[in-house]
Nanobody, 119 residues
């Protein structure tokens, strides 16, 4: 059984920083892309950032230059460094992994971690 466990959310003032972590555990054969999504109140879930197993990244336009995604393949862990946070970054952040635990790749999701940015 595979689990994605996020940590690092919390309350921060505008302009501050937070670092999210997401560790995948269980029966893991390999992981392709990993990423972070978020869902703000009253809005649809959106991609924040993603990173391939080779380290290629892509970001939502709204976070470019402020957020940095990275991963440690040896630890099956993905990180999201969030700087210069804005109130509009307030959301539940979800970790995602395209992961093979046996034969096929499936999308796995974490439980979500709340990020609140006060003005």
């Amino acid at each position: 059984q595979v689990q994605l466990v996020e940590s690092g959310g919390g309350l921060v003032q505008a302009g501050g920083s937070l670092r999210l972590s997401c560790a995948a555990s269980g029966s893991i054969v390999s992981i392709n892309a990993m990423g972070w999504y978020r869902r703000a109140p009253g809005k649809q879930r959106e991609l924040v950032a993603a990173i391939t197993s080779g380290g290629s990244t892509n970001y939502a336009d709204s976070v470019k230059g402020r957020f940095t995604i990275s991963r440690d393949n040896a630890k099956n862990t993905v990180y999201l460094q969030m700087n210069s946070l804005k109130p509009e970054d307030t959301a539940v952040y979800y970790c995602n992994a395209d992961l093979n635990s046996g034969t096929f790749y499936y999308d796995y999701w974490g439980q979500g971690t709340q990020v609140t940015v006060s003005s």
